[in-house]
């Protein structure tokens, strides 16, 4: 989800102009941003807490030659969820393993809505991608009674 699909979906819950809903958003973020820059503890209730963690200079391997190489020390932001954000997460968890230990023939319980069926082939493209198509079916190519709609064909 994009901070403008967070944008549009509040505006609409709340009924506020789009506008007025991106700058109340993009205010908490730079909220948030502005805290950890001072070294502080965002500390949000049953969704999680935002700091700032130094992490100790270590020595590493260079994956292309193999040689060891010094990272310095740096900060991150680290984040740890709350229990309510774990408890949900959790329950994505139980019901994905319910879904994938069902029999194939079973339809999904009517509380899960049913996965989606992709447009895609069996390779993952969109079905029509590398479809051989006969003249009389290519697109582009349609007939009305023997003649070409394709403009400047001629039978």
Same mark, same amino acid.
């Given at each position: ?12 819950? &709340?009924? &506020? ?30 969704? /999680? ?32 969820? /709350? ?8 329950? &994505? ?30 390779? /993952? ?23 070409? &709609? ?6």
């Amino acid at each position: 989800m994009t901070k403008k699909e967070i944008v549009k979906a509040i505006s609409k819950e &709340l009924g &506020l102009t789009q506008l007025q809903t991106k700058k109340i958003v993009q205010k908490t973020f730079d909220a948030i941003v502005d805290t950890l820059v001072k070294n502080e503890r965002i500390e949000l209730r049953n969704f /999680g807490v935002f700091e700032v963690k130094k992490r100790a200079a270590r020595k590493a391997r260079n994956p292309r030659t193999g040689g060891q190489v010094e990272v310095p020390a740096k900060f991150v932001v680290t984040f740890k969820p /709350g229990k309510e954000m774990e408890e949900r997460v959790r329950e &994505l968890e139980v019901a994905e393993n319910r879904r994938s230990q069902a029999p194939e023939n079973t339809p999904a319980p009517a509380s899960e809505p049913a996965p989606q069926q992709s447009p895609a082939g069996p390779s /993952g493209a969109p079905a029509d991608v590398g479809t051989a198509f006969s003249p009389e079916t290519r697109p582009g190519t349609a007939e009305l009674d023997g003649q070409s &709609l394709r403009p400047g064909v001629s039978q």
